[in-house]
């Protein structure tokens, strides 16, 4: 009995908490009640994922949702011819799969991990119990998919109405807001060309050959994979040169 209670014990202390997400400006579990986090702590289970994990497919079904505890989580689409359309990226707070849960269709996009993450799977019972019980919770996850709805909107409108170059310029400055600058101002979050290219809309040559443009006009260093910020105004003008 007492090394089955032992186990129990050690397991709900691996659990990370939900109050450790309270905090960050997106989370959409800040109206709960006590009671109502306790039962999503007793409901949910977390599991750690590696980079390039995939934890949920486009066109299949999810029975439940996603909190995003630590790490980054790339959603996208993928392309008659299997490319792929970055829509997102998912990080602490954020929750991934709502959306073809509360639909009852299947999942429209793929979330696959591109840093070490931490997930917590939140049952759909339990999440459509909260939304008929607490109606602030609902509130909040409908603004997080008007939020994402929004998002989508404009990214629509710069397809049809910046250029690639204007484009790439926004795509730097929204991975900075994202996920901020380090010490030396150098983005903290690391993408492959392919990767940019797949958030832009574009080749990855020309990700490549306008990246070196930018590092030529003493905007942005480059050092692998590393993307340095050396003129944000500079790069700002660039961004909002069709308005």
């Known amino acids: 009995f007492f090394v089955v209670l032992l186990k129990i014990e050690i397991k709900m202390e691996s659990i ?27 409901k ?30 790339k959603m996208y689409k993928s392309g008659v011819d299997g490319k792929e359309q970055i829509i997102r990226f998912a990080q602490k707070g954020d929750i991934i799969g709502f959306r073809s849960l509360l639909c009852n269709e299947v999942a429209c996009t793929t979330a696959k991990i591109i840093e070490d993450a931490t997930l917590c799977f939140i049952p759909a019972p339990t999440i459509f119990s909260l939304l008929k019980s607490n109606s602030a919770f609902s509130i909040e996850l409908m603004k997080f998919s008007c939020k994402e709805l929004g998002e989508a909107n404009k990214y629509i409108t710069d397809i049809a109405q910046k250029t690639v170059r204007e484009r790439l310029a926004e795509v730097l ?21 392919e990767e940019i290219a797949n958030i832009v809309g574009t080749a990855t040559e020309s990700v490549i050959r306008l990246l070196s443009e930018f590092k030529s006009d003493n905007l942005i260093e480059l050092n692998g994979r590393k993307i340095k910020i050396i003129d944000e105004k500079g790069l700002r003008k660039i961004e909002k040169a069709y308005d």
């Open 44 to 73: 949910k289970s977390c599991s750690i994922y590696k980079k390039g994990k995939i934890i949920f497919r486009e066109n299949y079904r999810t029975n439940g949702c996603y909190c995003v505890h630590s790490g980054v989580v």
């Open 16 to 42: 990370p908490s939900c109050t450790d997400c309270l905090n960050t400006p997106n989370s959409i579990f800040k109206n709960l009640t006590n009671d109502e986090f306790d039962i999503v702590t007793y």
């Open 173 to 193: 400055l929204l991975l900075k807001k994202s996920f901020d600058l380090d010490d030396e101002k150098t983005l903290q979050i690391s993408l492959t060309r």
